[in-house]
């Protein structure tokens, strides 16, 4: 069974640009989180979808927001890109919502904010 | 507040050699604990997940402990190989779903 993957891997935009991170999980995961991972700050939820609905909420701005489609893959966008928003996306999929399924990461998204 | 603190904040060993690292939180109600190993530049692995009832679980090298009573949970690595160099990140779920990090411990196994 393929992992989950992310696209692109790596990713340079300029501030005030926006961008589209891209996931698919793994064959017959419902459900789709993203992650923002920085050296200061460590791993921080962004938001879950499931069943192309979020479920849970992050405490990011307005700028960050995502979508999930019908197959499951998931999109993550940034609006207005600042120089603070440099950093590792991570995606995630499991089978269900419920926390107590296991979870499986991306490689993730290296994006750079000049 | 809910909290995960992990130390050390990080640790360089002996190949060959054990270490244990520790996860307190503080994370109400409890659900779930995992550990995750990340390697540099690459998305985190889970190692094991334990819930309220579980007390200890091994994957291969890897022994996690769990006191739910004290809150705080620990990662024992035996007999340490160079590939056991990266992140090892501890979460914590509440029933409610929110998950917490914490901000991981970075291991160098040296030759």
């Known amino acids: 069974k393929a992992g989950v993957t992310q696209t692109p891997r790596y990713l340079i935009k300029t501030r005030g640009q926006q961008v589209t991170l891209s996931c698919s999980p793994i064959?017959?995961?419902?459900?789709v989180s993203w992650y923002q991972q920085t050296p200061g700050q460590g791993l921080q939820f962004l938001f879950e979808y499931f069943s192309e609905t979020q479920r849970n909420k992050g405490n990011f701005p307005g700028r960050f927001s995502g979508r999930q489609f019908s197959n499951s893959r998931s999109e993550m966008n940034v609006s207005t890109l600042e120089l603070g928003d440099s950093a590792l996306y991570l995606c995630a999929s499991s089978l269900e919502s419920e926390n107590a399924y296991e979870q499986y990461f991306g490689p993730g998204t290296r994006l750079t904010v000049t | 507040k809910n909290q995960v603190e992990q130390s050390p904040q990080s640790l360089i060993i002996l190949e060959g050699k054990n270490c244990t690292l520790q996860?307190?939180?503080?994370?109400?109600?409890?659900?779930?604990l995992r550990w995750y190993k990340q390697d540099t530049g690459r998305g985190p692995v889970s190692l094991t997940i334990?819930?309220?009832?579980?007390n200890t679980k091994s994957n291969g090298r890897y022994t996690a402990t769990l006191d739910a009573d004290t809150k705080q949970s620990s990662l024992h690595i035996t007999a340490s190989q160079l590939s056991d160099s990266a992140s090892y990140i501890c979460v914590v779920s509440a029933s409610n779903n929110d998950m917490r990090f914490g901000a991981g411990t970075r291991l160098t196994v040296k030759p």
């Open positions: 064959s017959g995961h419902r459900s």
């Open positions: 996860c307190n939180y503080t994370v109400s109600p409890f659900s779930n």
């Open positions: 334990m819930t309220f009832s579980e």
